[in-house]
């Protein structure tokens, strides 16, 4: 820590080695009491560091920076994803396809099923319909009411 003329300065005037992993720390999701036990610094001295100007500027530099890194993967995904769909295409109806071993196949329909899926174009969750429920209000029916409705539809799978 640097020192003014009259004791210790309130910030941190220079960013040591170990003032930078205690930012990447940060930026990962550690909070203060958890680097005063990693670094072995009273929770005053961790304090000053974080609420440092120096320390806050090189925190929100890292931050930026995984920014900056997750939307290139991001924009880099969505450049495959054509070629990926066309793999997939290939695979459906392409004879030279045949000429891969079976394992060969796999691994690319795989493949090009994930980089869809991390592109944002893979499988979405259907919401779970509760039939007549979708616009009636639970609250507003009686016990008996709610029981065999709860019953119809717990048989109503059985029965196909």
């Known amino acids: 820590m640097g020192r ?3 004791g210790l300065s309130q910030h941190i005037t220079q960013l040591r080695p170990w ?5 990447r720390q940060v930026v990962a999701g550690a909070r203060p009491g958890e680097l005063a036990e990693m670094y072995g610094y009273t929770p005053a001295m ?3 560091i974080i609420n440092s100007p120096l320390f806050k500027a ?4 890292m931050e930026q920076r995984n920014e900056d890194i997750a939307v290139d993967v991001n924009a880099d995904l969505k450049n495959m994803a054509p070629r990926a769909a066309e793999v997939l295409d290939l695979e459906l109806g392409d004879d030279d396809v045949a000429k ?3 394992q060969e196949r796999h691994l690319r329909v795989k493949t090009a099923f994930g980089v869809l899926d991390r ?4 499988r979405k969750d259907q919401p779970v319909h509760l039939h007549k429920h ?3 209000h639970v609250k507003e029916m009686s016990d008996e009411e709610l029981y065999r409705d709860v019953i119809d539809m717990a048989t109503e799978g059985e029965s196909g």
């Open 100 to 102: 891969l071993s079976l």
């Open 58 to 61: 090189e925190v929100a530099r």
């Open 134 to 136: 979708e616009h009636l």
């Open 119 to 122: 592109a944002g174009y893979g």
């Open 4 to 6: 003014h003329e009259r």
């Open 46 to 48: 961790i304090t000053r």
């Open 19 to 23: 003032h930078r992993n205690m930012a």
